[in-house]
């Protein structure tokens, strides 16, 4: 099976084939850091890290790069709502991002370039484009002449004549032709700004990501990724941009993801629900919020709610649940406890899972599917796990595929000590237990199976001894 890209360019999954043998140049558009990013932002940046984490598994060389939107309108109106500067807004909201996209176990990108801090080449690229005819100056602002660029409108597959390039905005007389967009602009008094050939401003939005892909990645890149809401007009204006500057595809496959909605509703701060990610890890387990952002195919929308949140908990327990059967087993099997008559058999049925799991990821990444083969692996174990004897060899083969698992989709089947109790604090407290109900102690043993289920720790008697989790 070779890996399937839905390529948003040519509306078809195709083949992926890379520029280079076994490296991939991926950009996936960042956030603009004004404020914590929102929940619809998350879901991209956990869909891509998961599409880099499966790259990465395939064998490719990944240089991942996504920016960050450093310095634009909205961020000179928070410095101002804070009493802070610019800079001072970005680095805040930066370092935010990080925290809150760690917490969803998100890979750091080979480079997170800032808008600010690529000023030169952002000039750069702008006066080329003038040279060239595709852009001019207007009154301190620079434009992009759109109708220049015979393909445009081909990501978004609208005719030129359909599009209306800015439809909120305003009418602008210092544009050509109001079909045109913004590459600089000019310096409002008090604001702040770079100096340049064109006067004191700062650069529109699609242009820095033209610029950022160029300079890190090559003036043509395997795959450019980002919210469906993207393809225009930012992504659109990308493709202009950059080909018209460098005369080469910009990027050979597009990758958009679906929509998410809150209670099947769009989410907006005018229906009062609008949730950030900062907010919402506050109360979920960010374990949980990957894994639901997960659960449907990253082209679908998808709906955020108390019953799908549930849903995703009770999913991703029943996985972690298999795997600490599994580790259970595993340290307290005794010898006259092997079973080898049929352990090729389960081994075979192991291989085959995996390569589901691999058939379905490599279907454009499907990772629903691919959570059901995860599902049915879980289930299998817990099969197995039911045997009076069992194959050493197979309980690791179940440990381990379990875990690749887990790490392609970047989740994380070890439960997360909230608790207060180390493991080891665990395991003596049901130690005691054990000895006390031995002793006929049944008063002592009550009291510490209480005292665990204060700290949410559930346990669970069977005929291989006690079982632990957290609840």
């Not at 195709?14 to 960042?30: A, H, L, N, Q, S």
């Not at 049901?430 to 009291?447: G, P, T, V, Y």
Request: contains cysteine; hydrophobic residues 35%; proline residues 3%.
């Amino acid at each position: 099976m070779t890996l399937q890209i839905y390529n948003t360019l040519t509306r078809e999954k195709e083949t992926f084939k890379p520029i280079e043998d076994g490296k991939v140049r991926m950009y996936v558009c960042g956030p603009t850091v004004y404020n914590y990013i929102h929940i619809g932002n998350a879901r991209p940046i956990i869909v891509f890290d998961t599409v880099r984490r499966y790259l990465t598994y395939r064998g490719y060389n990944v240089n991942f790069v996504s920016n960050f939107t450093d310095v634009d309108d909205k961020l000179i109106r928070a410095a101002e709502e804070l009493k802070l500067t610019v800079p001072e807004v970005a680095d805040k909201f930066i370092g935010a991002y990080f925290d809150d996209v760690d917490r969803l176990n998100v890979a750091k990108a080979t480079v997170n370039p800032r808008v600010t801090e690529n000023m030169d080449e952002i000039i750069e690229f702008i006066s080329a484009l003038i040279d060239k005819g595709f852009a001019y100056e207007s009154g301190g602002d620079v434009y992009y002449r759109t109708r220049k660029f015979a393909d445009y409108g081909k990501l978004s597959h609208q005719p030129i004549e359909d599009l209306r390039h800015g439809a909120r905005v305003e009418t602008n007389e210092l544009k050509e032709e109001q079909l045109d967009f913004t590459l600089w602009k000019k310096a409002k008094p008090g604001e702040i700004y770079w100096e340049s050939p064109f006067g004191n401003g700062r650069p529109g939005w699609h242009i820095e990501c033209s610029t950022l892909a160029k300079k890190y990645l090559g003036d043509t890149i395997d795959i450019h990724a980002g919210g469906q809401d993207l393809i225009f007009p930012h992504h659109e204006d990308e493709i202009a941009q950059s080909e018209s500057l460098t005369g080469h595809t910009f990027a050979n496959y597009w990758m958009h993801n679906g929509f998410l909605n809150i209670d099947g509703e769009k989410m907006s701060k005018s229906l009062g629900n609008f949730i950030t990610l900062h907010d919402l890890l506050e109360e979920i387990d960010p374990n949980v919020i990957r894994f639901f952002m997960l659960s449907v195919q990253y082209r679908r929308p998808i709906s955020l709610s108390d019953a799908t949140l549930n849903d995703a908990a009770n999913g991703l327990e029943r996985l972690q649940t298999a795997y600490q059967n599994l580790k259970y087993r595993l340290e307290t099997v005794e010898e006259d406890h092997f079973e080898l008559e049929h352990q090729d058999e389960w081994l075979e049925q192991l291989t085959e899972l995996k390569q589901q799991f691999e058939a379905e990821m490599d279907d454009d990444f499907n990772t629903a599917n691919a959570i059901t083969a995860f599902y049915e692996l879980a289930k299998r174990s817990n099969i197995y796990l039911a045997q009076d004897k069992v194959s050493v060899t197979v309980l690791r083969e179940f440990l381990s595929m379990l875990q690749l698992f887990a790490n392609v989709l970047g989740i994380k089947l070890e439960q997360v000590a909230v608790s207060g109790l180390e493991d080891a604090e665990i395991d003596e407290l049901i130690e005691e237990r054990l000895q006390a109900r031995n002793e006929r102690n049944f008063a002592r043993a009550d009291e510490i199976r209480d005292l665990l289920k204060e700290k949410n720790i559930i346990l669970e008697d069977t005929a291989h001894g006690t079982r632990w989790k957290r609840g």
